[in-house]
């Protein structure tokens, strides 16, 4: 291994402790529709009945065909074969809080690699392959293309995502989720009014040219068209790396927790989702079936959108794996109670019980502004939102937030009995010592009346 290198066997995640989210969507299957053309989706109601006034051409019957042509090879293979042939979409839950600026310069400065800030998500693009990075970083980016006229290719396909039915009105059109039963029974279909918006023209580049990370300030970075090690290997330069190194040969063994993550979790804590992907641009409509993900086009806005539910779903496995690890350090206590009618704890036992289910509940209620609608929804790219609203959906966001917000109740009813009883205990000892000055005072009153009792006696004796 180079001088200056690091291994980093020990900071990577661990595959069988990694914690899977809470959602039925991990074992079944489910189809959510992203959203299309209104037309298309029109059109595409028709194609169960036939037209016997004007029928359908060749190329409108061959369309038909591959409207109704089901799943793809893709979307057929098994999950633990997917790896194997396809492009991997992971996200991981390694910090509390990530500086985007901090982040932002070193994957320019140290990694060589493309950055765009929206609202609280840096967008970073990689130029493959990827390359052995210098001064104890592991990678880097390969250098950018440029066209004749000295311009970044990758800045080119930036700015046409973004201007590409954005900004003139034909964005996409809000609507609502429609879910409905197919003939599988463990197949749901979800829909959503349709995209507006065509997909952008092809590309010279194809799916192996570039790979994408989107780092969420709340900890969260997803990772497109990154293989697993290549996604280890920058995590670790995420952890061990600074922003704004000293100019110093030892820079590898100092730490950047301070400045590019806060609180950052262990390897082995590392909440993760994990996706495939394609593209087709064949396919009538972009779906997710299957933790698969099949698009028209390598739009980044349209990953923007998706990787900010899956952030938040990831973020939101953490409350969950949270939870659960309070809940079970606090469930003996109905139990004890059930069998015993009382606690049996010291106070110093019980306050700190208390405090943990507190934190629990504090940290899921000031981290809601994560798991709600981001503001860039509203504010910066409000066509994207019906797009968001799909992945969120496939992602049973909302229904793991309700149950997430029942455990809190579940915990509101524990930290109450938790509470009595620490009043009880100390009324009980308050009560005590009140008897005990009690008897205290009797004891001494009674002294004294027999002491002058013993004296008066003696007295009357001595004047016979």
Known sequence: MPPGRRSSSSLLPKTAAQHIPARTTKVSEKLVLLPET??????????????????TRDDEEAARRRAKGGKSYAERLPKSRRAEKLARVTAYCTAEAYNMRATAAFVRNKHHARTKLYDDCLYTVYHLPLLPGADGFRL?????????????????????????????GDGYEEGELSPST??????????????????????????????????FSYGVVVFWNVTEKQEKDILADLTFSSA???ASTNLHHHLVSSSIS?????????????????????IPRPRVFNDMITLRSRDHMVKLAMSHAIAQSTKLSFFEER????????????RKLAMTGELGLKREEVVRILGSLFKSRVDVNLSSNILDIPNFFWESEPTLHPLYI?????????????????????FLDLAAILSDSIADQKMSKITWIIIYLIIISIIVTCSEVFLRFGILTGRGRVVR
């Open 38 to 55: 209104v037309e298309d989706n029109k059109a595409g109601k028709d194609f169960d009945e036939d037209n016997d006034v004007a029928p």
């Open 140 to 168: 880097r980016s390969s250098p950018v293309l440029r066209n004749p006229g000295g311009k970044s290719v990758l800045d080119e396909e930036i700015e046409r995502s973004e201007q590409s039915g954005y900004h003139d």
């Open 182 to 215: 197919t003939t599988t029974t463990t197949t749901t279909t979800a829909t959503v009014t349709p995209d507006t918006r065509p997909p952008l023209p092809p590309s010279s580049s194809s799916i192996s040219s570039y790979a994408e990370m989107f780092v």
């Open 244 to 246: 704004h190194p000293p």
């Open 262 to 282: 806060s609180r950052p979790q262990h390897p082995e804590d590392f909440e993760t989702e994990e996706f495939h992907f394609e593209y087709n641009p064949d």
């Open 323 to 334: 939870m659960a690890h309070t809940m079970a350090q606090a469930q003996y206590i109905p």
């Open 390 to 410: 799909a992945v969120r959906e496939y992602l049973e966001i909302q229904p793991r937030i309700n149950a997430l917000n029942e455990k809190c109740q579940v």
